[in-house]
């Protein structure tokens, strides 16, 4: 079975500092990978997605890729209070067909940024 | 906001009903997926559709059903509802690609079956 985990957390930074989000993926064929933001009772909302090992950033996000190592993270920089909140790693497959990809999610990693 | 919508937003029904869940999708999208969030999970993928037709299920028992209409609106039908079936039901668009292709959520649909 294809899995995606991630740390439940919580993961508690002080307000300024760098949150360091990790996520690791079973299906070496997985192809693209995804970084959403859910607030408590609310649905997923997407950061950022990278498709090519390395580093891709926007803003105070930077997302990291590593194929090799099957491993996914997530930078913060700047933490806010704001930024408390579950964030959601999910991957596509490599086996889909036509069309968009299903997305299969891990449990997600709970953030508290503490003023 | 994403543009895509889905009625309603909460809903109580008991068990052995049946309910229906309705999303539309964002403007230009062709593509609408559903997912099943059950209380402190990640979202777990029910099915599929692109241009009207299933493209894709996960491990969900044939109770759950799907359409698509022409304007790529979709619904979600689940019959004999179990109590395992109270989570929030999420719909997600996306336009026609490949595996780059970027899912955005609508606000969901919350069920609670007693």
């Known amino acids: 079975q294809k899995e995606v985990e991630q740390n439940s957390g919580p993961l508690s930074v002080p307000e300024g500092a760098i949150a360091s989000l990790n996520c690791t993926y079973s299906?070496?064929?997985?192809?693209?990978f995804f970084w959403y933001r859910q607030y408590s009772g609310k649905s997923p909302e997407l950061i950022m997605f990278?498709?090519?090992?390395g580093d891709k950033e926007d803003g105070r996000f930077t997302a990291q890729l590593n194929k090799a190592s099957q491993y996914v993270s997530l930078l913060i920089r700047d933490s806010q209070p704001s930024d408390s909140a579950t964030y959601l790693c999910?991957?596509?497959?490599?086996?889909?067909?036509?069309?968009?990809?299903?997305?299969?999610f891990g449990k997600g990693t709970k953030l508290s940024v503490i003023p | 906001e994403t543009g895509v919508t889905q009625s309603p937003t909460h809903l109580i029904k008991t068990r052995g009903q049946q309910v229906t869940l309705r999303c539309s999708s964002q403007?230009?999208?062709?593509?609408v997926s559903w997912y099943q969030q059950a209380l402190g999970q990640g979202p777990q993928f029910i099915f599929q559709?692109?241009?009207?037709?299933?493209?894709g299920r996960g491990n969900f028992p044939p109770r759950f059903s799907g359409l698509q209409f022409p304007n790529y609106s979709s619904e979600l039908n689940v019959n004999a509802l179990e109590l395992d079936d109270s989570a929030l039901y999420l719909c997600?668009?996306?336009?026609?690609?490949?595996?780059?292709?970027?899912?955005?959520f609508g606000p969901g649909t919350r069920l609670t079956v007693l």
């Open positions: 997600a668009s996306s336009s026609e690609g490949g595996s780059t292709d970027t899912q955005y």
């Open positions: 299906d070496r064929g997985s192809q693209s």
């Open positions: 990278i498709y090519s090992n």
């Open positions: 999910a991957v596509t497959p490599g086996d889909s067909g036509a069309g968009s990809y299903q997305l299969t």
């Open positions: 403007s230009g999208h062709n593509t």
């Open positions: 559709y692109y241009r009207e037709e299933e493209n």
